[in-house]
């Protein structure tokens, strides 16, 4: 939704032209940053205006964010701002914010406008480059979006195309990290993976996938639609499984995630139909992390009734971070004696976290083949926070 409120500004104003390139306002008083541009240290209005974005309005209280929304926000930017009321980040991952430049701009509408360049670091010390734009509103001008060095696709464009409004170069830092990250690339392979079938009380044939899944690249891997199918011995399709979701939905290089899902198969009416399993998993490389949760107190146990799963999960969650957790998803890895991955459960939790609390999950679902009873041995658990 953001990313809707935040197209719909920019094809208003951004898409249809930012005029001619201006001069560059006056940029006296300067320290030279170890980023290699020059920080201003006398600042106007509206540079000011930037340099308490990330203090009062990215990082700030909600009442905090509320009051500059008010006071420095133009009307056509208020829907796609107001979003972030609430979401304030840790102040590590928005760091030595700094004001590099500002140059006036003329829409294509014809109205006067100002870019404002801001240099920051993340928690890992990653520097960033945002670009905030204001558009004159009554006799002031407002902050109406904003855009960073960190956008993907058509919004990279959009930032290119502001970035070329500036005089000051590009910091080697930025650059050389740039770079680096242009000749990394994401690869997702399953590691470890599992099916049964089975016939119930009433004759419905019902199949089980589940495995293991890890990022073998050297970038970030953003997943997205995964699709499992059921084949036969004769590379016929029985049966698929569409929308299957992992947890985590982002994976770093060398890490791992779950997935697995139950289906129905209504055009077989023998268990043993189903002879292999194929999976079509979409995935890009990305910059953006999964913000990890943390486990505990894990358990695990048969069940002794004859219906549902023969095992539960149990345990608590942890929200490790500063910020609000508000769609904690997990999943469970059941393995054997001999380390192999015998089944997966999932969970989503309907509480919100706040920074250092904890919730109890209890994992029952999909259901997985009793066939696996008194195997499981050992249980690993998977956490994190969803977020669109």
């Not at 420095?72 to 009321?85: I, L």
């Not at 070329?164 to 392979?189: C, D, G, T, W, Y």
């Not at 939905?249 to 194929?278: C, F, Q, R, W």
């Amino acid at each position: 939704m953001k990313r809707l409120l935040f197209a719909a500004v920019c094809s208003s104003l951004i898409l249809t032209g930012c005029g001619e390139t201006k001069e560059t306002m006056s940029t006296n008083d300067v320290n030279a940053g170890e980023n290699g541009n020059a920080e201003k240290k006398r600042l106007d209005r509206e540079e000011k205006i930037a340099s308490e974005f990330y203090s009062k309005f990215i990082n700030g209280s909600k009442e905090q964010q509320e009051e500059f929304l008010t006071e420095h926000v133009h009307s056509e930017g208020k829907e796609y701002f107001s979003s972030m009321v609430g979401e304030s980040q840790s102040t590590v991952e928005s760091k030595n914010v700094q004001v590099i430049e500002s140059v006036p701009t003329t829409y294509d509408d014809g109205s006067k406008g100002k870019l404002v360049l801001l240099n920051v670091e993340n928690g890992a010390g990653d520097l960033r480059e945002v670009i905030l734009a204001f558009q004159r509103e009554n006799k002031d001008f407002q902050l109406v979006y904003s855009t960073t060095s960190e956008n993907e696709d058509e919004y990279a464009e959009i930032f290119n195309n502001l970035r070329a409004e500036f005089k000051a170069p590009i910091a080697k830092k930025l650059k050389q990290r740039k770079e680096k990250e242009a000749s990394q690339k994401a690869n997702v392979e399953i590691s470890d993976q599992v099916f049964y079938s089975w016939k119930d009380s009433i004759g419905t044939v019902w199949t089980n996938y589940s495995a293991e899944i890890k990022n073998t690249g050297d970038a970030i891997a953003d997943l997205g639609s995964i699709q499992i199918n059921f084949v036969d011995d004769s590379g016929a399709i029985v049966g698929t499984s569409d929308m299957v979701t992992p947890v985590p939905n982002t994976l770093s290089p060398g890490e791992t995630a779950y997935i697995g899902d139950t289906a129905m198969l209504n055009a077989v009416d023998k268990a043993d139909v189903v002879a292999d399993v194929t999976v079509n998993i979409d995935f890009s490389k990305t910059t953006d992390a999964a913000m990890l949760l943390e486990t505990e107190n894990v358990n695990f146990r048969e069940t002794n009734n004859d219906y549902g799963n023969p095992y539960v999960v149990t345990g608590t969650v942890q929200n490790p971070t500063e910020e609000l957790v508000d769609d904690v998803r997990l999943a469970a890895g059941l393995y054997d004696s001999e380390g192999k991955l015998i089944g997966v459960l999932k969970e989503t939790l309907t509480v919100s976290l706040n920074p250092e609390s904890t919730a109890g999950f209890e994992m029952t679902y999909p259901e997985i083949s009793k066939e696996i009873k008194g195997k499981v041995t050992e249980v690993k658990v998977k956490a994190y926070n969803w977020t669109w």
